[in-house]
């Protein structure tokens, strides 16, 4: 370990499971010297292990509805309290769909679904960082991050309005980033990461051939949760000071590449043996 974030206080949001990139952030920010707080929706910490993430990392668990100004405000009282005062760094790790769980097409999309798809997903994060500032919650170069995905810039089959989700997201991380970096020193970036087994990724239909996909197509392969969580700590540390307003991508160089050869390979060999889709979605 590197002490990298001895001293730091951070808040986490939406550590489920062992499976959770969240779950892993949090273990190496406690292994690498930081104290912090772990959020999760009520519902979540009813289903998931949090608590046993909590003990492990010798913290405490404030439920919050992200999307409720009221309780995101109270969740960052309540841990300024429990730090004995600000915060350091934040993780911004929560997406959800009901039109992708439902399995609604792009073009019919049902509204009240993609209404929730952008509240929980972007406006959340507009809702935190609005409260956080108002009440003065981050300390001066501090660091925020939240989670993005390529889907943001370019087309994926199946990802339907996440995307649209994310690249809000990644817009609200450069207008506030602009803000709260020229009143405050806070940077503010999101981390577009490869596709992971997470919890929420293992039931999207298609996973395992999307990673397979990504991991011949990076230089690199896909980056690992543990990856993720190393580069997140460094994002968070004081090594990264004059990274803001930017979408990082973390994943092997995939987000770069336009054919490579194992891919090409693959596809030669599909070649032999088409498989028309039954219909386009």
């Known amino acids: 370990m590197y002490n990298l974030l001895r001293g ?14 969240a779950w892993k952030v949090a273990e190496r920010a406690y292994e690498e010297g930081a104290e912090i707080v772990l959020t999760n929706t009520p519902v979540a910490i009813r289903f998931g292990n949090i608590n046993e993430l909590a003990q492990k ?3 405490v668990v404030i439920p919050a509805d992200a999307t409720n100004v009221s309780e995101i405000e109270n969740l960052l009282n309540e841990t300024m309290k429990h730090f004995d005062g600000k915060i350091d ?11 992708v769980r439902k399995g609604r097409k792009y073009d019919n999309l049902n509204y009240n679904y993609l209404n929730k798809t952008l509240d929980i997903s972007a406006i959340s994060f507009h809702k935190l960082l609005q409260s956080a500032k108002k009440i ?13 995905y390529v889907a ?12 649209d989700a994310k690249a809000m997201l990644e ?11 020229r009143e405050k020193k806070i940077r503010i970036n999101t ?21 397979d996909f990504t991991e011949r197509m990076s230089p690199l392969g896909n980056a690992t949760a543990d990856e993720f969580a190393d580069f997140c700590v460094t994002i968070f540390s ?3 000071r004059k990274i803001t307003m930017q979408n990082i991508f973390h994943d092997g160089g995939f987000s770069n590449m336009g054919m490579s050869l194992r891919a090409m390979t693959m596809y030669n060999q599909s070649l032999d043996n088409p498989i028309e889709p039954k219909s386009w979605e």
């Open 152 to 163: 943001a810039q370019k087309t994926l089959y199946r990802y339907n309005d996440m995307a």
């Open 171 to 181: 817009s609200i991380a450069r207008s506030f980033g602009y803000i709260y970096g």
């Open 191 to 211: 981390i577009s990461q490869s596709p992971t087994p997470t919890t929420a990724g293992s039931g999207v239909k298609g996973i395992g051939g999307l990673m």
């Open 57 to 59: 990392c010798n913290t």
């Open 89 to 99: 760094f934040i993780l911004h790790s929560i997406a959800m769909s009901m039109n």
């Open 8 to 21: 730091k206080k951070g808040l986490i949001f939406g550590a489920l499971n062992e499976k959770s990139l």
């Open 238 to 240: 004081d090594l990264t």
């Open 136 to 148: 003065d919650a981050i300390n001066e170069w501090g660091s925020v991050v939240a989670l993005s």
